[in-house]
């Protein structure tokens, strides 16, 4: 493989790197010219002090005082040579010849906001504490908390750090797209210069659940009311319930299934339990196929609703035995398979 030189090796995109090793931005600012990070370089970074200039291709550690290239980055997450650094990249295969702005649609605001348009474009939410909503009008679902929040914009997924975490997840993005995963990008009223954006999928009381990645760890939140998501549900049909959206996905993916038949219902937390048994009464499937996590909780909620079920139902956890759930075991099974 032909060695990069200094100059191709700075260009490789930061971006993509932090990408590559499970490390996505938290929000953005500077109408998306700069990326925001828990820091991959030191431990303990509880707000996001990394900083990445999308269109300079530069990083930035706040806590510690430092920056530099890719090269530098490298060398500084993996404790290499800067020479070291430069060789590893080049057996990365992230080289994608002259860099240009990670994302340059994002300064003519395709995906942030434009604080400049009139305030009627935009969707703003002010939600009151669950007691305060009229209970009867949304059974089951639940705020998740009091946060003030506007929407920019809900669109089809395209965002190259959404699809570079699709990516990471090992799953479809076609096959995403088809079943209703979308792309958001909001801010929080009381901080109105973090444009944060996310994975996003409705659910049944018109909510966003969000999906998306900092640091190490998987970030998940909802929108407005917390409540099931639905997929072509149908009376006397097959169903298949999964915890997570990402899971459902996940299955899809494992088997390549592009044209799902059965109904699905995605619970988006387990204590939404009941209101799956509300739907299995009212729908009356044929079969039910649990594929909750294999954790103590998804163990635990899996044998109540065998128990409590009316309809013939099986749990098909052992599918993925020995990973927490579905989309774990496609991550780590598709690694073996490289």
């Known amino acids: 493989m032909k060695r990069l030189t200094w100059q191709e090796a700075h260009e490789v995109s930061i971006v993509c790197y932090l990408s590559q090793q499970g490390i996505f931005p938290v929000y953005s600012s500077c109408r998306g010219q700069e990326y925001h990070y828990h820091s991959p370089i030191r431990q ?42 430069c060789h590893w990249l080049s057996d990365s295969g992230l080289y994608q010849g002259n860099y240009v702005p990670e994302h340059p649609t994002i300064q ?40 003030r929040f506007r929407i920019e914009a809900i669109q089809h997924l395209q965002h190259p750090v959404l699809l570079q975490y699709l990516t990471y997840r090992k799953i479809n993005p076609e096959i995403a797209k088809k079943y209703g995963l ?8 009381d901080v109105p210069d973090s444009e944060y954006f996310a994975l996003t999928w409705r659910n049944a009381s018109d909510g966003y659940e969000l999906n998306h990645r900092s640091d190490k760890k998987s970030f998940k939140a909802c929108l407005g009311y917390k409540d099931i998501t639905v997929i072509n549900l149908q009376p006397n049909n097959k169903l298949a319930v999964f915890e997570g959206m990402l899971d459902f996905l996940a299955y899809l993916t494992h088997y390549q299934i592009h044209d ?74 598709s690694k073996n398979a490289l």
């Open 108 to 147: 003519h605001h395709r995906y942030w906001s434009d604080k400049n348009r009139k305030k009627s474009n935009r969707l703003t939410y002010d939600f009151p504490h669950k007691d305060g909503h009229p209970k009867s009008s949304r059974p089951f679902a639940e705020l998740e908390g009091t946060t």
């Open 260 to 333: 799902f038949q059965s109904s699905a219902v995605i619970l988006n937390s387990l204590s939404l339990k009941q209101k799956l048994l509300e739907i299995i009464k009212q729908y009356t499937p044929s079969q039910v196929y649990l594929f909750l996590d294999n954790d103590r909780e998804g163990k635990k909620a899996t044998a109540e609703l065998l128990e409590q079920l009316t309809v013939p139902a099986q749990d098909r956890s052992n599918l993925y035995a020995g990973y927490k759930d579905f989309n774990e075991f496609l991550i780590q099974t």
């Open 44 to 85: 303990d970074d509880d707000t996001p002090s990394f900083h990445v200039n999308v269109v300079k291709n530069k990083w930035h550690d706040k806590g510690l005082g430092i920056g530099g290239d890719s090269i530098d980055l490298v060398a500084e997450h993996q404790n290499l040579t800067r020479s070291q650094a």
């Open 182 to 189: 979308q792309e958001i990008s909001y801010y929080l009223v």
